[in-house]
C-alpha cells in the first residue's frame, strides 16, 4: 500500500531524556535544522503534531494582523 501524495509516515524512537530524533527525510523536506525551535500541539485523543514552520506564517498574520501574512 502506497501513500498518497504529499502524506508521509515515520518513526522516531523516545530516549531515556526523553528526546526524539527527527527522521533526515522529514527535517529536510520541513527544513528543520539544529537549533530550531518546533511547537507541539497534543490532544489526548489524536495524539502529539508538530506543524511546519509555513503554518504559523497564516496563523500569526490572523492573530497579529487580522490577515494572512503570504498575502499582505
Known amino acids: 500500500m502506497s501513500a498518497p501524495k504529499g502524506k508521509y509516515a515515520w518513526t522516531a524512537t523516545v530516549g531515556e531524556k526523553g528526546q526524539i530524533v527527527i527522521p533526515k527525510q522529514a527535517r529536510e523536506l520541513f527544513g528543520i535544522k539544529p537549533g530550531d525551535t518546533l511547537v507541539l500541539f497534543g490532544d489526548e485523543e489524536r495524539g502529539i503534531a508538530i506543524p511546519p514552520?509555513?503554518?504559523?506564517?497564516?496563523?500569526?498574520?490572523?492573530?497579529f494582523n487580522g490577515k494572512d501574512v503570504d498575502n499582505e
Open 53 to 63: 514552520k509555513s503554518a504559523f506564517n497564516e496563523l500569526f498574520g490572523v492573530a
